[in-house]
């Protein structure tokens, strides 16, 4: 993985809470065996009409949302399935952060594990950001921050395990391949048992 | 009950620095979620740590049109034959055990773990798929996981994980008759939302969750995810013995003795402390039905859909599904009848709605499939005659697989068409583009397919 260490966009806002894996990437574009190439499909049925057309009145068809690499959104972003296609799908688009007040579980780990940011504020910041689409921020990765225009850098919850491996570039199979003499001890342990 | 699994299965203790190395007992992977994951195994040359301790299946993306598994039809949708292909492919290579398309024993991955007894209290189970939270009704840990963990899990065995806070869920009381599971669950995320579990393993505790048998304790864990939590579980107790026992992959003889006294030391001690309490009445719980576009836009069959000023999220779910606040659904014209996936397509839910179904036909213009959730399911409603029941009403036979709950099969419902669905999602487009769900019980579904219009089944039960 490349290390992370900073970001700085405009942002894109999709203000509506509860925005589940499958408006990310419908379960149709799922039949795939790479992990390449989802960003096409990105939020289709928001983004496409039936006929295939972009939909004007769609925040990501319009001029302002071009290069943007940080999209804004309601609280517990990311529910519902598991499908690790929707973090791929957002990369893939040329996102690589999300800030929402929550987001789900699964979702924020599979994002970790591939390179995108979640970061989540506080209420008064989201709130900020959602009236404000646009803005242009910064993220800070060996300190956790997040800087707003003329603001002072706000701090985000970030574990001290995943910083580490963002900034560094290391992927959790290279870790967990490192501890391969504890797995066997404790397989022999548990054999023994 | 979940201090003591974690605490067996840590390989290396977590650290106010690092995530606990846990490991992994049963891995389970399927058509879907995994393919990328061996490619990273191929890409590093790496193996299987453990082939013994994965199980593969096939049901996402897979049909359930019987002359494309056994009537030599191909496949409808080419990229989802290529998936079949590709784990057909993985599982020989990497020595993986493979319920086929043609298996006796293939299903709906979380159906079958259960089904084979693979699934077995106080193992740590894992899955590239959110409804693993299925199988913690046995009293296991099991989450669903990402493309890139199925990856970790397959290498090494283990995963890299926080301790997650504890939820119980205390159901007291007893569900009245024509109340299910299903409506059980819908009716806890209606109190604690769908994000009320984020963060929390779920166990559900307490005379309510003892008086359900073990297909309906499936139900509820199956939808812990709905409500947030990557896990729900459930102590195991006499029930849970009885339903594993004789189960073809649980240990034999002594083994099941031993088994058994390790199992019984599980139950959460007395006095045990959770990070959060929830109490719930199952005495007060109604036929449940959603009216939204998230499992927690849910009310009661006979409810009005509530008013909520200043909330565009929600004016667009209304506005999406072509309803109104204020509106009752009773009665409202439904297109499509689904009965299966692994929230309710087992055996019990297939007699519950079979009840309904007997000597009746379906109304004139809804489409009703039903689809067992495994093939020994299937072969079993055989035995029984509800095959016969279901299509003499008029609905639809299939092959095992996850099928309509979601989109990539071939079973779709139709832009703008309401779907009475006894899965677990009611998200936009999740049962096709433009597709509205209702997600309901299995008898309110069969309720409502004899009737065309949404129907507490008690008025048929009771008629």
Redesign the interface.
């Given at each position: 993985m490349e290390p992370i260490l900073s970001l700085r966009s405009r942002t894109v806002v999709l203000?509506?809470?509860?925005i589940?894996t499958?408006?990310i990437i419908?379960?149709?574009f799922?039949?795939?065996?790479?992990?390449e190439g989802l960003g096409e499909h990105l939020f289709a049925?928001w983004r496409y009409d039936?006929a295939g057309a972009p939909r004007r009145d769609f925040i990501l068809n319009g001029a302002a949302a071009r290069d943007c690499r940080i999209l804004v959104a309601?609280?517990?972003f990311g529910?519902?399935?598991?499908?690790?296609?929707a973090?791929w799908a957002l990369l893939d688009y040329g996102f690589r952060a999300v800030i929402s007040t929550?987001i789900?579980?699964?979702f924020r780990?599979?994002a970790l594990?591939?390179g995108l940011l979640p970061v989540v504020v506080d209420a008064a910041t989201a709130s900020w950001l959602i009236e404000h689409p646009g803005a242009e921020v910064s993220i800070d990765l060996p300190t956790a921050t997040l800087t707003l225009p003329a603001a002072a850098p706000v701090a985000f919850p970030l574990?001290?395990?995943a910083r580490m491996l963002l900034v560094n570039g290391i992927d959790?199979?290279e870790?967990?391949?490192e501890?391969?003499a504890?797995?066997s001890a404790?397989?022999r342990r548990r054999s023994q048992g | 009950m979940l201090e003591k699994i974690w605490d067996e299965h840590e390989v290396i203790a977590e650290s106010a620095d690092s995530p606990a190395v846990l490991y992994i007992d049963l891995h389970l992977i399927h058509e879907v979620t995994s393919p990328q994951a061996f490619a990273v195994l191929g890409a590093r040359g790496l193996g299987v740590r453990r082939p013994e301790l994965t199980l593969a299946t096939m049901d996402h993306s897979t049909p359930t049109r019987s002359e494309q598994i056994f009537g030599g039809a191909p496949i409808a949708i080419e990229s989802a034959a290529q998936q079949i292909r590709a784990l057909e492919r993985n599982c020989a290579l990497f020595g993986v055990e493979l319920l086929g398309l043609r298996s006796a024993q293939r299903g709906i991955v979380h159906v079958i773990g259960p089904e084979l007894g693979a699934t077995q209290p106080g193992k740590t189970i894992v899955c590239g798929d959110s409804h693993t939270s299925t199988h913690g009704a046995l009293g296991a840990l099991a989450f669903g996981i990402g493309t890139t963990e199925v990856g970790h899990v397959l290498a090494t065995q283990s995963l890299l994980q926080r301790k997650p806070k504890s939820l119980a869920i205390n159901i007291d009381h007893r569900l009245q008759a024509g109340v299910s599971a299903k409506d059980l669950i819908l009716w806890i995320i209606s109190r604690i939302g769908v994000s009320g579990g984020t963060g929390h393993v779920i166990e559900y505790r307490g005379a309510g969750v003892r008086a359900l048998d073990m297909e309906e304790r499936m139900t509820v864990c199956n939808m812990s995810i709905e409500a947030g939590a990557r896990a729900g579980m459930i102590a195991p107790d006499e029930t849970t013995y009885a339903y594993l026992a004789g189960r073809p992959r649980v240990p034999q003889g002594l083994k099941w003795d031993e088994a058994l006294a390790r199992w019984r030391q599980l139950p959460s001690d007395a006095g045990a402390r959770f990070d959060r309490e929830v109490a719930i009445d199952a005495a007060a719980v109604e036929p449940m039905i959603t009216y939204g576009t998230n499992p927690g836009m849910v009310m009661p069959v006979n409810g009005t859909i509530p008013e909520r000023a200043n909330d565009a999220a929600f004016d667009q779910a209304l506005a999406y599904m072509g309803f109104e606040a204020g509106a009752m659904l009773k009665d409202k014209t439904v297109n499509v009848v689904f009965l299966g996936s692994c929230t309710n397509g087992r055996l019990s839910d297939l007699r519950a709605a079979a009840t309904l179904l007997r000597g009746r036909k379906i109304a004139p213009g809804v489409q009703m499939l039903v689809v067992p959730g495994s093939q020994a399911v299937k072969r079993a409603a055989e035995a029984e005659g509800l095959d016969g029941v279901f299509t003499a009403a008029g609905a639809e036979w299939r092959e095992s697989g996850c099928s309509m709950c979601l989109g990539m099969n071939g079973d779709l419902v139709g832009k703008g068409e309401y779907s009475l669905s006894t899965s677990n999602r009611n998200f936009e487009g999740r049962q096709g583009v433009g597709a509205r769900t209702l997600l309901a019980s299995p008898l309110t579904a069969a309720a409502s397919a004899v009737r065309g219009r949404v129907t507490d089944p008690r008025e048929i039960l009771n008629s």
């Open positions: 203000a509506a809470a509860n589940d499958d408006q419908p379960a149709r799922l039949t795939t065996t790479t992990r049925d039936a309601g609280r517990n529910c519902g399935s598991s499908r690790e296609h973090p929550q789900a579980d699964i780990s599979n594990k591939c574990e001290t395990f959790e199979l870790y967990l391949l501890r391969d504890h797995i404790f397989e | -």
